[in-house]
């Protein structure tokens, strides 16, 4: 179940939505950035009020942070509270050595989750998929890039 050329992405066959218990009781601490993600769980479970009042639902959240500090829980805390589908990969899944791979994983993952929209869709190590390019006007055929 390779993902090369011909194959089988097995990335989307992967990627299940979990239906997390976890709230944001559950979280400790951080509570300026639970404050801000309550807006996103009310957006969530009634986007109609928003959309009502010319308002435009954003399409993402943006979770920053050293490693260890809680992204993944508040992430599996919002969509516990709104009880959409939660969907968690890890950037370094959909990096391959196979140009257009990756692409194609992440093509996948997003139409399962806009198949049982609202959901989250949560991408571990986000900064792993792209570097800093390198000078010198090289040409590089890199996925990554």
């Known amino acids: 179940m390779g993902g090369g050329p011909g194959g089988n992405s097995r990335f989307s066959k992967d990627v299940k939505p979990e239906m997390t218990a976890i709230t944001f009781s559950d979280v400790a601490g951080i509570d300026e ?48 509270e709104a009880k959409v589908p939660f969907y968690a990969v890890s950037a370094s899944e959909i990096n391959e050595v196979y140009f257009g791979v990756g692409a194609k994983r992440i093509r996948e993952l997003f139409t399962q989750a806009k198949a049982t929209a609202p959901s989250i869709i949560f991408i571990d190590e986000l900064d792993t998929i792209g570097r800093q390019r390198s000078g010198g006007g090289q040409m590089r055929n890199d996925e990554i890039e």
């Open 33 to 80: 950035a639970k404050a801000e993600l309550q807006e996103v769980v009310t957006i969530l479970k009634t986007p109609e009020v928003y959309t009502r009042l010319g308002a435009k639902i954003p399409k993402g959240v943006l979770l920053s942070g050293p490693p260890g500090t809680g992204k993944t829980l508040l992430a599996k805390a919002v969509a516990g």
